[in-house]
């Protein structure tokens, strides 16, 4: 008999393959095991341990704990998502390597509790799935094809085992816990909350106010303290539906806080980089927005005239991307009057060369990360959807006293 590896080694081979009935005998094998009296349980050894191995490699080719729990629940599901956390923990538990702060936070976010021994990891996720034999395995050699496929991405933050030196010390998260952001994060959860547009306006405004002063502020410290720092990153999710609408919304939102934005579509992710205290504010108000925008989308789908004969789909993608449209010239509007303000006080000669020199390396960094980038143009295909994206948006403006008039957006439709 095939000892354990080459069990899980062929069942894996045969899952890529087109053969079905292939892959259900290399499933039965796996289900018989080595034959001896522990067959099974090193079948799941062995499973587990291909996992941990798969995983390890992954993390010097830029994915992180987050991104293989997300697209492991995007191309697979839930369930596999679990089992690859359980994995991660035991990868994490046998790490020998120094593993930086973040990637133990990213982790204890993701694994709630201990997985157990690392000899039972594969039957304790089965136990709390409620799966039988066969399906358990099945589903653990999918999640093992899909771990073992994943492409190299761009590499954010410095991976277990590594020294980090040339990479940023920091990758978006500026005292996350400091009294500033604990107002912006209450201001924006009111302002979800709210069935008023006008307290949406004022609270959503009161944020990126706040949100705009402090990026200044950070930036002015920065340059004082000489600091070696560089951009860093973050990967935000714009999965279905409407990936493309969400990125263009995170797109928006980046480019309003000196931030730049890269959408994968096949990945389900746009990765956001920027300097920490300006991904933070992108984090903050993307999630707050997809949330207001949403339910805006929701509330104009029932007021739209009945028999417009308009497929649903095509009026919420226009609406969305709208909506991601105005609220990023608002955003751009109330950064640019923040800008004013602080130049007056700090003085123009000191900061703008300091908000120069770090757009400046926000792009650096963008084109060392991604030197292909492409560009593409948006498309609208219902008007009254655009029309009353761009109305719900205003309602929910973001202008903090700027006076300017918003900027036409290059390649956007002109609504007038």
Not at 88 to 96: E, L, P, T
Not at 187 to 207: D, N, Q, R, V, Y
Not at 297 to 309: F, I, N, Q, V, Y
Not at 383 to 410: F, H, I, M, N
Request: net charge neutral; hydrophobic share 45%; aromatic share 4%.
């Amino acid at each position: 008999m095939p000892d354990a590896d080459e069990l899980v080694a062929n069942a894996l081979a045969a899952a890529r393959g087109t053969d079905v009935r292939e892959a259900e005998r290399q499933l039965d094998h796996l289900m018989v095991g080595t034959g001896a009296a522990d067959g099974t349980t090193a079948v799941d050894a062995a499973v587990l341990r291909r996992l941990v191995r798969g995983l390890s490699r992954l993390w010097p080719r830029g994915w992180q704990p987050v991104d293989v729990d997300r697209i492991t629940g995007r191309r697979l599901d839930a369930r596999a998502a679990r089992l690859v956390r359980a994995a991660m923990a035991a990868q994490r538990r046998a790490q020998a390597e120094p593993v930086p702060a973040w990637w133990d936070d990213q982790l204890r976010e993701l694994v709630s509790a201990d997985g157990g021994a690392d000899g039972t990891v594969l039957a304790g996720w089965a136990s709390r799935e409620g799966l039988d034999r066969a399906d358990a395995l099945r589903a653990a050699v999918d999640t093992l094809a899909l771990v073992e496929s994943l492409p190299p991405i761009a590499v954010l933050r410095p991976p277990p085992g590594t020294s980090g030196a040339a990479l940023p010390r920091t990758a978006g998260r500026a005292r996350s816990g400091s009294p500033m952001l604990d107002r912006v994060r209450a201001l924006l959860a009111k302002a979800e909350s709210t069935t008023f547009p006008a307290e949406a306006e004022a609270l959503t405004a009161k944020a990126q106010e706040l949100i705009a002063r402090h990026s200044i502020d950070e930036a002015l410290l920065a340059a004082g303290a000489e600091r070696g720092d560089l951009p860093g990153g973050v990967r935000l999710s714009t999965d279905t539906p409407y990936a493309g609408a969400k990125a263009l919304l995170v797109q928006e939102v980046a480019a309003a806080n000196r931030c730049e934005a890269v959408w994968s579509d096949d990945l389900g992710f746009t990765t956001v980089l920027g300097w920490p205290a300006d991904l933070v504010a992108v984090e903050l108000l993307y999630t707050s927005l997809l949330v207001q925008a949403t339910a805006a989308m929701l509330r104009g789908r029932a007021e739209r005239r009945s028999g417009s004969g308009r497929r649903t789909k095509v009026w919420d993608e226009s609406f969305l991307n709208a909506f991601a449209l105005r609220i990023g010239e608002r955003l751009r509007t109330a950064t640019e009057a923040a800008d004013r303000a602080a130049a007056e006080t700090a003085g123009a000669e000191r900061l703008l060369p300091v908000l120069a020199a770090r757009g400046e390396a926000v792009r650096e960094r963008l084109d060392t990360l991604f030197p292909g980038v492409t560009r593409h143009r948006l498309s609208v295909r219902d008007a009254e959807g655009w029309s009353s994206g761009t109305s719900a948006a205003d309602r929910a403006s973001l202008d903090v006293g700027g006076g300017r008039k918003p900027r036409q957006v290059p390649d956007r439709p002109d609504r007038r």
